[in-house]
């Protein structure tokens, strides 16, 4: 079946713009995942989404950045007043409630001049 | 909260040698842990899992994990390596008591050379 996609697989912008990410999950699986990966970085927690509970932003880095899921599926990362330390590649995931196995996206390589 | 150490950022070895890439963890509640795999110019995938049970986890193309609760540790482990094993592992946790947040590792680039 599809795997996690996630658009666009790049995106460069300018300092101070907003961008979108976004991630479609595999169908069913009801909770979804955001992490940034910054180059020589390892995976870092940003928000997750657990079908109708309140989801986790215990690891968005400021509050320039949020994230929404519409209709438990799928889910838009916004980045506001983007700058150039958001540089990263943003990875989305999700999983079968009950299974821990994540399935990630290829990701969406973000570059801020 | 949890957190994850691997102790060595590159492992070079050759092919057909055994490796162990290591992996430490702090959690003041029980965990669940993970390995992840990224290929090169691919996405993470999993490599094998501890949710419960038998401390030695098996997993795809030959990897072993084996959990060692009072070390704290989650251990790599791969008797001989082959060139395709060339990648960046991840190693991962998360509480068990409640809630998906995973915290991974800084990542070990295992390097297989001919």
């Known amino acids: 079946g599809a795997g996690v996609s996630q658009s666009p697989s790049n995106k460069v912008t300018e300092k101070g713009k907003d961008v979108e990410l976004r991630c479609d999950p595999i169908s069913g699986h009801t909770a979804l995942y955001w992490y940034r990966q910054s180059l020589g970085q390892g995976l870092e927690f940003l928000i997750y989404f657990q079908g109708n509970s309140a989801p986790d932003k215990s690891g968005l880095p400021s509050d320039r950045f949020s994230a929404e899921r519409t209709g438990g599926s799928v889910s838009t990362l916004t980045i506001q007043r983007t700058q150039q330390e958001d540089s990263a590649v943003y990875l989305c995931a999700s999983s079968r409630q009950g299974l821990e196995t994540q399935y990630f996206g290829p990701g969406t390589r973000l570059l801020v001049l | 909260a949890q957190s994850v150490t691997q102790l060595d950022s590159q492992v070079p070895v050759f092919e057909e040698a055994p490796v162990e890439l290591r992996c430490n963890y702090s959690?003041?509640?029980?965990?669940?842990l993970f390995w992840y795999v990224q290929y090169p110019n691919q996405g993470l995938q999993l490599l094998l899992k501890?949710?419960?049970?038998?401390?030695l986890v098996k997993g795809i193309n030959g990897f072993e994990a084996e959990f060692n609760k009072s070390q704290t540790s989650f251990h790599l482990r791969k008797p001989s390596v082959h060139i395709s094993d060339t990648a960046e592992y991840f190693c991962?946790?998360?509480?068990?008591?409640?809630?998906?947040?995973?915290?991974f590792g800084a990542g070990t680039r295992l390097f297989v050379k001919a």
């Open positions: 991962a946790v998360r509480s068990n008591t409640g809630g998906f947040k995973t915290i």
């Open positions: 959690s003041s509640v029980s965990v669940y």
């Open positions: 501890y949710l419960s049970g038998s401390t």
